[in-house]
Antibody
């Protein structure tokens, strides 16, 4: 059974940092690109960042470029999102999701971890 | 980035009736090399993550009921629920994977 379990969310003050983790199981982790997609309260879906299976190809949304860093550890079947210089508009539920290639849909999503940026 | 625009923002349909959601991309999401439309539809029920329903614009994901169908090509796409069931109440999103992923704003489907 495929599972993606996010962790690391919480309440943080503006300008501070947070590191999200996503633990994967039930599939060949290194074969899949891994992505973070967020959803602000009551709003739609926004793609944040993605990393290819071999970590060669990494991309970010303009809204987080220079502040967020995605990485993965294939030995531990985990993907991470280091979020620095957090702003109130980063407040959202952050989903971990996977896809088999850059030209494929997101075929499975985790339940998400909530990040709240507020003083 | 490719902008995805859905219509309507919300709709209410009687049980057993047809629901139709439209999605328009700001540029074509069809690759001439494989003649495929890089367009997916997701369903998100309250308190749940999105679930993949349709990919390549018209291919149903395994386990998705056949009352869900997708159509369209190029820049204009449609998700149809042929006979709305109570469990179909959700927000539906289109997404292009032709380039950096982008989503439509969502369409909320309710029971009339």
């Amino acid at each position: 059974e495929v599972q993606l379990v996010e962790s690391g969310g919480g309440l943080v003050q503006p300008g501070r940092s947070l590191r999200l983790s996503c633990a994967a199981s039930g599939f060949t982790f290194s074969a899949f690109g891994m992505h973070w997609v967020r959803q602000a309260p009551g709003k739609g879906l926004e793609w944040v960042s993605g990393i290819s299976g071999n970590s060669v190809d990494i991309k970010y949304a303009d809204s987080v470029k220079g502040r967020f860093t995605i990485s993965r550890d294939n030995a531990k079947s985990s993907v991470f999102l280091q979020m620095n210089s957090l702003r109130p508009d980063d407040t959202a539920l952050y989903f971990c999701t996977k896809r088999i290639s850059a030209q494929a849909p997101f075929d499975f999503w985790g339940q998400g971890t909530l990040v709240t940026v507020s003083s | 980035d490719i902008v995805m625009t859905q219509s309507p923002d919300s709709l209410a349909v009687s049980l057993g009736e047809r629901a139709t959601i439209n999605c328009k991309s700001s540029q074509s999401v069809s690759y001439s090399s494989n003649n495929k439309n890089h367009l997916a539809w997701y369903q998100q029920k309250p308190g749940q993550p999105p679930k993949l329903l349709i990919y390549w614009a018209s291919t149903r994901e395994s386990g998705v009921p056949d009352r869900f169908s997708g159509s369209g090509s190029g820049t204009d796409f449609t998700l149809t629920i042929s006979s709305l069931q109570a469990e179909d109440v959700a927000v539906y999103y289109c997404q292009q994977y032709y380039s950096t992923p982008t989503f439509g704003q969502g369409t909320k489907v309710a029971i009339k």
